[in-house]
Nanobody, 115 residues
């Protein structure tokens, strides 16, 4: 079983930056892929970025070149560095992993980008 706790959200002006963190419990953190999702009001939850256990990454087109996903397996923590933020990035951001067929989610952290 995995517990995920996000932090780092907040209010920022357009063009600003934030770094989200996702702390995971468990001794096998380095063995599974993880991802960041977001959900804006009235919209479906969407995948933003993923990182494999080996560090390979992939991003949704709308954040490519602005967001960077990374992980520190020594700290059981995943990060999302968000630069050049836009109002349309406003959403609740969730970290996620799937382990042995079960999906695990954090509680979410709110990111609000003002214009």
């Amino acid at each position: 079983q995995v517990q995920l706790v996000e932090s780092g959200g907040g209010l920022v002006q357009a063009g600003g930056s934030l770094r989200l963190s996702c702390a995971a419990s468990g001794r096998t953190f380095g063995t599974y892929a993880m991802g960041w999702y977001r959900q804006a009001p009235g919209k479906q939850r969407e995948l933003v970025a993923v990182i494999s256990s080996g560090g390979s990454t992939n991003y949704v087109d709308s954040v490519k070149g602005r967001f960077t996903i990374s992980r520190d397996n020594t700290k059981n923590t995943m990060y999302l560095q968000m630069n050049s933020l836009k109002p349309e990035d406003t959403a609740v951001y969730y970290c996620n992993t799937v382990l042995l067929g079960a999906a695990y989610w954090g509680q979410g952290t709110q990111v609000t980008v003002s214009s």
